[in-house]
């Protein structure tokens, strides 16, 4: 899906909102209730270029989203609350996860006091190499590279190349380009060796973009001494674990557990698989975070849960509230299950 045109995405959501289809697909394919991905909820910036916004939504919409919610009478519930009703096929109401990944300082500052007010749970998955502030939130160091510079230069393969990027036009056709072709290297030292050579070269500080954004251990530690908060592992590095050898793989999720631990004196039971598609978390990664005994661990394929999802708790889909679709009517659509159910073939659980 992460591949799809927002424009595309957004007509198939209106579609299927303004024929009804959703109303009527939503018992068959509503499934049980849901898992929200969030990353920052902050105020609208300005300016044209922003290829990541698509991981952001504005505390207005994220309002309206709680309230329609609320009015639509589900659940709004903690990770353990869902494990337990996935466990327990306690499914008599639909239930509703918030979830939020990263460890984003709007996450304290802006999503937190929204719910707090509201009594509603939220977990927040934190990769601990962003509090450490050794993290490279490479995405924005490669969009700070292309929005500071008119052209840039890079060798790919051996070979000297340039590219325009004066207007807004070129530098989202770049930064498509470079990302997907970053997100198809084989390993993720590929991806970061090159990011962090094109950052070096235009002065872009990679690690100032993690203590700008993320919140540091004193302020996770405030978060979760909430007992509406969960703290939620999510490696230490944010790599995508299917490109690493298998040790490392398990290193990444086992260690992030033990520096949280350490941190905040509360051992994580839940996962979020870093970037969480096809190409980043699969079945050794569903096996492996059984095994080290997290409860459930996340992905970011799409979809809703239903009681199969039981014996999958370890690869369990999320609802992503993207920034490219602020409608309430696109939640509602993506809610019903019917929008997942067709982008996933009508398949329920999956865990291939
Ligand atoms: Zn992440």
């Known amino acids: 899906m992460a591949a799809l045109k927002p424009t595309i995405v957004r007509g198939g959501l209106e579609s299927l909102y303004f ?38 939504i504005t505390p207005q919409f994220f309002t309206r989203v709680l309230k329609d919610l609320r009015r639509s009478r589900v659940d709004l519930v903690s990770l353990d609350e869902m494990y337990r009703r996935l466990i327990e096929g306690d499914f008599s109401r639909r239930f509703v996860c918030l979830t939020f990944d990263d460890g984003y300082r709007d996450t304290l500052q ?12 939220l977990a927040v998955y934190v990769a601990t190499s962003f509090p450490d502030r050794l993290g490279e939130l490479w995405w924005l160091a490669l969009e700070a590279v292309i929005a500071g510079n008119n052209r840039i230069g890079f060798t790919i393969d051996g070979r000297n190349r340039t ?20 997100r198809a290297r084989p390993t993720e030292t590929e991806l970061r060796e090159f990011v962090r050579n094109l950052a070096a070269c235009y002065c872009v500080d990679i690690a100032a973009f993690c ?32 490109k690493l050898p298998e040790k490392a793989a398990r290193a990444e999720m086992d260690l992030s557990r033990s520096v949280i631990e350490a941190a905040l004196l509360k051992r994580p ?14 079945p ?22 239903f009681p199969a999802h039981r014996e999958h708790l370890t690869a369990l889909p999320r609802i ?31 865990a291939a």
Request: aromatic share 10%; charged share 20%.
């Open 320 to 350: 992503s509230l993207n920034g490219e679709y602020q409608r309430l009517r696109y939640v509602r659509v993506l809610l019903s299950g019917s929008a997942t159910a067709m982008w996933n073939g009508f398949r329920r659980a999956e």
């Open 110 to 121: 802006i999503a937190y006091p929204i719910l707090k007010a509201e009594g509603a749970p």
């Open 211 to 242: 203590k700008e954004l993320c919140m540091g251990w004193e302020e996770l530690a405030e978060l979760a001494a909430d007992p509406l908060v969960t703290i939620g592992a999510h490696t230490v590095n944010h790599p995508m674990l299917a």
């Open 163 to 182: 590219f325009d990027c004066a207007t807004v036009a070129e530098k989202r056709a770049l930064y498509d380009e470079l990302y997907w072709w970053l």
């Open 19 to 56: 024929t009804g289809a959703h109303h009527f697909l939503k018992p068959l394919l509503g499934g049980v209730g849901a898992i929200l991905t969030l990353h920052h909820v902050r105020p609208p910036r300005f300016g044209r270029f922003h290829p990541n916004r698509l991981l952001e």
């Open 269 to 282: 039971e839940h996962l979020s698989f870093p970037v969480g598609d096809r190409t980043s978390a699969g």
């Open 284 to 305: 050794r990664e569903f096996a492996i975070a059984a095994e080290l005994g997290f409860k459930t661990a996340v992905t970011t394929r799409p979809g809703v849960l």
